[in-house]
């Protein structure tokens, strides 16, 4: 079959054992190779693959010689991923498409099916027709879906700030130390991982999908147990107690709960856990708890023994009548809504929403109510900051405040050293917790030196959470201390009466006259500025 011809050559196609091949005839001497070029232009279905063949035909015209195959009207190719198939017409731009419409048609999806393609192909573009020498995308394979990643969510702790609130008759003064739960609350949850759909290539092979990545819950086991549901895990509390977060876990502690007060039914308290008390202490009772101990009776506390948290902190709702005998010593905070003849001490703030009168106050900051709170009489002794409405009254009652003070350079110096600390123990348990997540995406096929490598990395990652938030606890207390004004101040918000003995850092100033302001220590001296 002649496919082209011109006054120097003819191309003709014939058949052989089911393949076509092309057959040239060089029949002027004297031409060059490029000549051919016009040939492939008017047939773009000729394809050269014998170049040697091609020389001789032009250098020994007259002579009939093959030189390549006849490619098909419609050629189909495939990407390397097998994700996209492509149609290429092989007929000269100047041939009109509506003259062999059907047969392109014909053709292509015959090359389609010959190629094996089952899955993607798009319809609307053979259609709408392939254009001349143009790779056109005729079937796309469905790409795997990847399995969502696992989802957890934690009980989330409440806010330890009090609040002072008024009915118009009386003040209220509310803090909640901590979360108590009762047995079978929810703790949290892990919406589990999913595996994906798997895709398929254009010739209808699966492709697996990446299934999700899993977490793996961290939990107490001896406080909370798992519950597995359709499509996620519940944690729920296996008995009441106080919800707590240690070294990463969720976990619910001992807790104490007396119904009505404390006296000569209870006796003494002594618990390791939270403590919670429906009612009062009586006098000369006493109560120690290694946690939290809220005391939530309206009436308060009169001249008890000793309110002790060793570790925590300690809220009383309805405040403090101590009749000079009372104490609270907390390794925390302290919350009360007033101190009368009471005496407090806390590693962490005394936080007062009314008033202390003549009491012996000792703790890192001591604040008292800024629009209404009062110091009156007694003793206050502060590491470096002092807040409250008023001090001392109008009929001068001594009031001695004392601020120890620190030194801002060195305590620059600590913060430096946390944060390089802090950061250095982040990128460890980033990294960690990595390698960690690499063995629970595998931990069904995990060997048992795998496992073993996984409990011991679990084991380090979980000391350096508990690290994490012992720095960034120590961080908040030296930023705090640093927040304050010079190396120590004391907050007047109303008035200091006459005979308030005011002293930061062993300089001392005694009240003459009424003063309102920020006293601080700078330069070696005490100075007074406006709020």
């Not at 305590?411 to 430096?416: S, W």
């Amino acid at each position: 079959m002649i496919i082209y011809t011109s006054e120097t050559m003819e191309v003709t196609v014939e058949e052989s054992a089911g393949q076509q091949h092309v057959w040239v005839n060089v029949l002027k001497g004297g031409l060059k190779v490029g000549a051919f070029e016009e040939a492939c232009r008017c047939c773009p279905r000729i394809k050269v693959t014998n170049f040697p063949g091609m020389k001789e035909a032009f250098d020994a015209p007259g002579v009939k010689t093959r030189i390549g195959e006849y490619r098909p009207l419609v050629e189909f190719l495939v990407s390397k991923d097998q994700m996209k198939g492509y149609l290429i017409l092989n007929q000269c731009q100047e041939t009109p498409y509506a003259e062999n419409r059907e047969a392109v048609q014909e053709a292509a999806r015959q090359a389609l099916m010959e190629a094996g393609v089952t899955t993607g192909i798009m319809d609307e573009v053979l259609e709408e027709g392939l254009r001349p020498l143009e790779q056109t995308q005729v079937a796309a394979g469905i790409p795997p879906v990847q399995g969502t990643d696992a989802k957890i969510t934690y009980f989330q702790l409440t806010d330890k700030k009090p609040v002072i609130t008024s009915d118009g008759k009386v003040d209220n003064y509310e803090v909640n130390l901590f979360d108590r739960v009762d047995a079978g609350a929810w703790l949290g949850e892990k919406i589990h991982a999913t595996k994906g759909m798997p895709g398929r290539t254009i010739f209808g092979e699966s492709i697996p999908a990446k299934p999700g990545r899993d977490y793996q819950l961290k939990y107490d086991p001896k406080s909370v147990m798992e519950l597995k549901e359709i499509g996620k895990t519940t944690l729920r509390a296996q008995t009441n107690g106080a919800v707590r977060f240690l070294e990463g876990k969720i976990g619910v502690e001992n807790h104490l709960v007396i119904e009505g007060n404390v006296d000569y039914n209870t006796g003494h308290i002594r618990f390791d856990g939270y403590v919670t008390i429906k009612g009062t202490v009586e006098d000369l009772f006493s109560v120690k708890a290694t946690k939290d101990i809220a005391i939530q009776g309206p009436m308060g506390i009169g001249a008890v023994g000793l309110i002790h948290s060793v570790e925590g902190s300690v809220s009383v709702t309805g405040g403090m009548n101590g009749k000079g005998k009372g104490k609270i010593i907390a390794g925390n905070h302290v919350y009360i809504k007033y101190v009368n003849e009471g005496d407090i001490e806390a590693d962490g703030e005394i936080n007062i929403g009314l008033y202390a009168l003549d009491s012996k106050l000792k703790g890192g900051r001591i604040v008292v109510s800024q629009e209404r709170g009062r110091i009156i009489g007694g003793s206050i002794e502060a590491e470096h900051l002092v807040v409250a409405g008023t001090l001392g009254n109008s009929t001068e009652k001594a009031t001695v405040v004392k601020v120890a003070g620190f030194d801002r350079t060195l305590i620059r110096q600590q913060m430096d050293v946390i944060k390089a600390n802090f950061n250095e123990t982040i990128v460890k348990a980033k990294r960690l917790k990595k390698q960690l997540e690499i063995l629970e995406s595998n931990q069904s096929s995990l060997d048992q030196r795998a496992k073993s490598t996984y409990e011991g990395l679990l084991f380090t990652y979980e000391g350096l959470i508990d690290e994490i938030n012992r720095l960034n606890s120590a961080y908040q207390r030296v930023e705090e201390m640093l927040s304050t004004r010079g190396e120590g101040e004391v907050k007047i918000m109303g008035n200091a009466y006459p005979n308030t003995t005011l002293e930061i850092k062993n300089l001392q100033k005694v009240v003459k006259s009424n003063l309102t302001g920020s006293l601080y220590f700078k330069d070696n001296k005490i100075h007074l500025t406006e709020l």
